[in-house]
Structures are given as structure tokens and as C-alpha cells.
């Protein structure tokens, strides 16, 4: 293929025959960084592709060995690029009142450590030892043990929310093999909206690949603090996790502060209906409640950027749903609104491929404007068109869900 060919292309279509080549990286590569790699591939190695039976058993449905390396290239490449927001020849200075060191390196450009530093470690996720993994986690365990460090006025403990992040990252690459596009429409400062489509009928994965795309794709590793429903806030030891690996609350003065905060605010408005969807309304966004999300923009002076996800709506596809299974849930649970419940019959998710898009911001319409009833709405379902619309064209360029 001609290089004026492949320059004609779309990303996705180029990640597609990226894919078919085998071509290592791809998923974090600029579109012309592709059209280069493509252009640098032997032509004779186009016409003797791996067999990909000799290259092991594949273990998971849908996951090939291949996608296993592309897996280790793709946290390499996380690794390093984390590495340079820490200085790892200088310590951190601070000493708690019983005398018990720091020791931590600090943030690059700093005197402080993330721990002990400004407070910004709340919004930008910086590895507090410069790097991801279970060798990082003893100088991780004696400061969550000693208790050396504030958490954040909604919770977050940036120690465990660090181990969760390596934990889900699992998840995300090895598992869902998750691909990301147009992560430069995030904005690397200041507050925005995260409008998503709901799914996964069981546990909120598109809630963690949503915050995971934004720490592990953006230029600047920025957290999203996604909004969950009052069950993951009442739940026993979930609602103490859920708030300390930096969820909040469902609570429009929560949502509120977090803005004035400049924090990202993650939302899946479609709420509860979406999230149990059952499988032949997959990808079909629905109203996105009353556009709160759309006020909140625009009280805050923030952008909203719609986000596509595929995937979510497949891992744990409902083949009924079922109200009178809510109504159990109700009278445990009498403040869940809950209506539907959906019932799936595979208790482990399935390896689907997902791919999450974020489209351009909508940009606020003038410094602190208050939209009334039927501007909530319509911005809402421009939003909702955006989403569908993306959605659409990623499904109809998937060749498979594994």
C-alpha cells in the first residue's frame, strides 16, 4: 500500500491494518507515526504472516500471545514516560512527628514528594516512586501504615489508589486490550465533564477504563473522578474502597466542588437503565437523564467531553432483566433507585476488545450562564447524538469483539 493511500486513511482504519501487520505499539502511536511504521513494513513479512498457532495455546477466548507482548510494550512504554515526573536522586525531606523518614523521591521540578507536596497529587496521578508495579508497593505499605499523609476532602487515598491502578491496569491491557483515541481532547489542566455511555450490567468497568485511559494515555497522567450510584456508596468495605481509589458520590454539591476544584468529573447520565441494558439495546444510548451534567458544565465555565465506549456493554451481556430482583434489591437497599435488575449468564466478564473514543469538548457558552430547562436538555441530546454517532462508526469498522 502506497504511502498516499495510507495518508488518506483514518486513525482507526490505520490501527485496523496496524493490527492485521502485527505492527507492535499501534494502539499508542499518532496517526503518523503509523503511516510511517506502515510504510517501514517489509513487504515480504506482509506475505508470510506468523503463524499465530505456533506461537502458543491461546489460554482466554480472544486473547492471542500477541496481544500478551503488545500488553508488556504498551507498560514499557507507560513506565517510561511515567519515570519523568519523578526525580529520583533527590528524597523528600519530611519526617513525621515521630521521627519516621520520607524517603520517597520527589516530583521532578520540586523539593516534595507527591505525598507531602502541594496537594496536586489529588488531580494528577504521579506514581509516588516514578513507577507502577508490586516492587513499588513496600515503601507504599510502610507510609499506608504509618499513616504519614492526608487524604482528600472526598477520600481519596492516593496510596491505594496508586496499587489499584496497577492492579486494573491488568484489566486494561492485558484483558480488555483497551485501544484509546483522541485522548488530546482531554484538557491537561483545569476542570471538565466526562460524558460517557453506561454499561456492564454487573460491576462498573467503564467506570476504571475511563480513569485508566485518561492516567495511562494522557500526556499528563490526570485522575477522573467518575461519579457512582448510591450502592457503591453503601455497600461494606466497597463504599470505603470505591471513595479512596477517587470515586464520588452521586451528589450535585460533591459534583459541584469537585469542578470548583478543576478536577476531572467523570458521568454516565444515562445512569441506572444503561448500565442494565440488556444485550439487544447494546450501544443504544438513552436519554441522559435530565442534563445535570450539562448545568454543572456550565455553572463551573468547564468544557464537556463526550466520550464512546465499546466494550462495556458486551462483558457481561444481559439476556433478561428482571423487576422483581430489583424490588429485593430496594428493600435491603430502600434509597436505590433501581427499577431493573440484569441478569447475565457468564459470572466472569468476557475478553472483548474495547476501544473508547473522546471526542471534541462542548465548549461552555459564556463565564458562569445558567442554562434553564429546555437548554439542559437540548445541550444533553447534542451530547447523546455526538456519543451515538461515534459509537456507530466504531462498530462499524470492528471486525470482531475479541
Not at 481509589?245 to 458521568?267: K, S
Request: hydrophobic letters at 40%.
Amino acid at each position: 500500500m502506497t504511502h498516499e493511500q495510507l495518508s488518506s486513511m483514518t486513525k482507526s482504519e490505520l490501527i485496523r491494518i496496524a493490527r492485521d501487520c502485527d505492527l507492535r505499539g499501534r494502539s499508542s502511536m499518532t496517526k503518523a507515526e503509523l503511516i510511517s511504521a506502515l510504510d517501514e513494513q517489509d513487504a515480504s513479512e506482509t506475505d508470510e504472516e506468523p503463524d499465530r498457532k505456533r506461537l502458543g495455546a491461546i489460554t482466554i477466548p480472544g486473547i492471542a500471545p500477541e496481544d500478551r507482548a503488545e500488553a508488556r510494550e504498551r507498560r514499557e512504554i507507560l513506565q517510561e514516560r511515567l519515570r519523568e515526573f519523578v526525580d529520583p536522586n533527590r528524597h523528600c525531606e519530611w519526617t513525621s512527628i515521630e521521627g519516621h523518614p520520607c524517603g520517597l523521591p520527589v516530583v521532578a521540578e520540586t523539593e516534595e514528594c507527591g505525598l507531602h507536596g502541594d496537594g496536586a497529587i489529588a488531580d494528577r496521578a504521579i506514581p509516588l516512586t516514578g513507577e507502577l508495579g508490586f516492587g513499588s508497593w513496600p515503601p507504599l505499605w510502610r507510609h499506608l501504615s504509618l499513616a504519614t499523609y492526608d487524604i482528600d476532602s472526598f477520600g481519596l487515598d492516593p496510596v491505594i489508589a496508586e496499587m489499584a491502578w496497577h492492579v486494573l491496569n491488568m484489566l486494561y491491557y492485558d484483558y480488555f486490550r483497551v485501544e484509546v483515541e483522541g485522548i488530546e481532547n482531554v484538557p491537561m489542566e483545569g476542570g471538565a465533564v466526562l460524558v460517557a455511555n453506561h454499561g456492564g450490567a454487573a460491576l462498573p468497568y467503564d467506570g476504571a477504563m475511563l480513569s485508566l485511559a485518561v492516567m495511562n494515555e494522557a500526556a499528563v497522567p490526570r485522575r477522573v473522578r467518575v461519579v457512582g450510584t448510591e450502592i457503591f456508596n453503601m455497600l461494606p468495605g466497597v463504599s470505603h474502597l470505591y471513595r479512596k481509589v477517587g470515586a464520588a458520590y452521586a451528589a450535585r454539591d460533591d459534583a459541584r466542588e469537585l469542578l470548583r476544584r478543576e478536577h476531572l468529573l467523570g458521568v454516565f447520565p444515562e445512569g441506572e437503565r444503561g448500565f442494565m441494558k440488556p444485550v439487544w439495546e447494546a450501544y443504544q444510548v438513552g436519554r441522559l437523564g435530565r442534563g445535570g451534567f450539562a448545568e454543572l458544565a456550565e455553572e463551573a465555565s468547564v468544557p464537556i467531553v463526550p466520550v464512546a465506549i465499546v466494550g462495556s456493554e458486551e462483558v457481561h451481556p444481559a439476556v433478561m432483566v428482571s423487576r422483581k430482583l430489583a424490588s429485593l434489591v430496594r428493600m435491603f437497599f430502600p434509597e436505590q433507585r433501581v427499577e431493573e435488575i440484569a441478569i447475565a449468564l457468564n459470572p466472569i466478564p468476557l475478553p472483548i476488545r474495547w476501544h473508547i473514543r473522546f471526542l471534541p469538548p462542548v465548549l461552555p457558552s459564556e463565564p458562569h450562564h445558567h442554562l434553564d430547562s429546555l437548554d439542559r436538555l437540548e445541550r444533553a441530546e447534542d451530547v447523546r447524538r455526538m456519543i451515538q454517532s461515534a459509537l456507530d462508526d466504531i462498530l462499524s469498522e470492528r471486525r470482531t469483539a475479541f
